[in-house]
């Protein structure tokens, strides 16, 4: 079976590559990743990965991947921040408090699909001001659910604990993909 990868992030790309099995990337722009607003947070992000999927048709021997990371943080959710001012937002909002951040993944098949969500809690202390601004001067976190990135600085210096998988975090949560591959779509590592 061939792995491939839709996603542009090099996190993802650098994560999957961790599990030791072959991949390709190949990724269609344009996809919408609009969601109805009454869905819940929690459904976000696994719709977003499964309506990615549906861009793509795969042959008989090919496993796809997509996936999507939202974090909400008093029942609001935050996706990439579109410029500077909306990322040092995005930190005020999560400074001093706990919040979820949800990796939605579709495995898709030829004739099977596998789609599920992992959810991890993450708590930051008070930011500063000057904090938030050099974080976001510094690493330009725009391409970041929540503007930010836990294996950055602003992880370093802010999370006080985190509750479940740090490479969901990351945005691609490794351990359960590679469940998924072997058990619904048998990939073996050899």
Same mark, same amino acid.
């Given at each position: 079976? =061939?792995? &491939?990868? #839709?996603?542009?992030?090099?996190?993802?790309?650098?994560?999957?590559?961790?599990?030791?099995?072959?991949? %390709?990337?190949?990724?269609?722009?344009?996809?919408?990743?609009?969601?109805?607003? #009454?869905?819940?947070?929690?459904?976000?992000?696994?719709? /977003?990965?499964?309506? *990615?999927? %549906?861009?793509? %048709?795969?042959?008989?021997?090919?496993?796809?991947?997509?996936?999507?990371?939202?974090?909400?943080?008093?029942?609001?959710?935050?996706?990439?921040?579109?410029?500077?001012?909306?990322? *040092?937002?995005?930190?005020?909002?999560? #400074?001093?408090?706990?919040?979820?951040?949800?990796?939605?993944?579709?495995? =898709?098949?030829?004739?099977?699909?596998?789609?599920?969500?992992?959810?991890?809690?993450?708590?930051? =202390?008070?930011?500063?001001? #000057?904090?938030?601004?050099?974080?976001?001067?510094?690493?330009?976190?725009?391409? *970041?659910?929540?503007?930010?990135?836990?294996?950055?600085?602003?992880?370093?210096?802010?999370?006080?604990?985190?509750?479940?998988?740090?490479?969901?975090?990351?945005?691609?949560?490794?351990?359960? /993909?590679?469940?998924?591959? =072997?058990?619904?779509?048998?990939?073996? &590592?050899?």
């Amino acid at each position: 079976m =061939k792995l &491939i990868l #839709s996603s542009n992030s090099p996190r993802r790309r650098e994560l999957l590559a961790g599990l030791d099995i072959p991949f %390709e990337v190949r990724v269609l722009k344009g996809i919408d990743e609009s969601y109805p607003d #009454s869905l819940p947070p929690e459904e976000t992000a696994v719709f /977003i990965a499964r309506e *990615k999927s %549906e861009a793509y %048709e795969v042959a008989e021997d090919e496993v796809l991947i997509t996936a999507d990371t939202i974090v909400v943080v008093d029942n609001n959710i935050l996706g990439k921040p579109a410029n500077a001012d909306e990322a *040092k937002e995005m930190l005020r909002m999560l #400074s001093g408090k706990s919040h979820h951040v949800i990796t939605g993944v579709c495995l =898709k098949g030829y004739d099977k699909q596998s789609c599920f969500s992992v959810i991890s809690e993450v708590t930051f =202390k008070e930011l500063s001001d #000057s904090e938030i601004d050099y974080y976001v001067t510094h690493y330009k976190p725009f391409d *970041k659910a929540g503007a930010y990135g836990i294996q950055e600085w602003i992880g370093y210096i802010g999370v006080t604990s985190l509750s479940g998988s740090y490479f969901n975090v990351m945005g691609f949560p490794v351990q359960r /993909i590679y469940e998924e591959l =072997k058990n619904t779509f048998h990939f073996t &590592i050899e």
